[in-house]
């Protein structure tokens, strides 16, 4: 079973910046597609960003595009997501998961197995 421990979140002011890792252990990181997931208060857990298991392939979310990157390193495996340009409506709990397999997921449903959280909070 895969262990997955989110850092970085914190408060930091529109336009700032934040970087936050996701660090694997307990199964070979290098076998897992990644994704991060966030879940502000009374929404729905939703989809931010995905990368296969080479880093080769990413997918975002429409509203993070162009201010969010996300990228692995598997030698050390550890998942990140650079965030640039945060807006207030990106204040949420950051997840990270892993799914099995080759091919990125978009849902949660994809992933079998969740870190814990951290939160990130955007002031305006």
């Known amino acids: 079973q895969a262990q997955l421990v989110e850092s970085g979140g914190g408060l930091v002011q529109t336009g700032g910046s934040l970087r936050l890792s996701c660090a694997a252990s307990?199964?070979?990181?290098?076998?897992?597609?990644m994704g991060w997931f966030r879940q502000a208060p009374g929404k729905e857990r939703e989809f931010v960003a995905a990368?296969?298991?080479?880093?080769?392939?990413?997918y975002y979310k429409d509203s993070v595009k162009g201010r969010f990157t996300i990228s692995r390193d598997n030698a050390k495996n550890t998942l990140y997501l650079q965030m640039n340009t945060l807006k207030p409506e990106d204040t949420a709990v950051y997840y990270c998961?892993?799914?099995?397999?080759?091919?990125?997921?978009?849902?949660?449903?994809?992933?079998?197995?969740w870190g814990q959280g951290t939160q990130v909070t955007v002031s305006s």
């Open positions: 990368i296969n298991r080479s880093g080769y392939s990413t």
């Open positions: 998961a892993a799914k099995p397999g080759l091919l990125i997921g978009r849902t949660s449903a994809d992933y079998d197995y």
């Open positions: 307990g199964r070979t990181f290098s076998n897992y597609a």
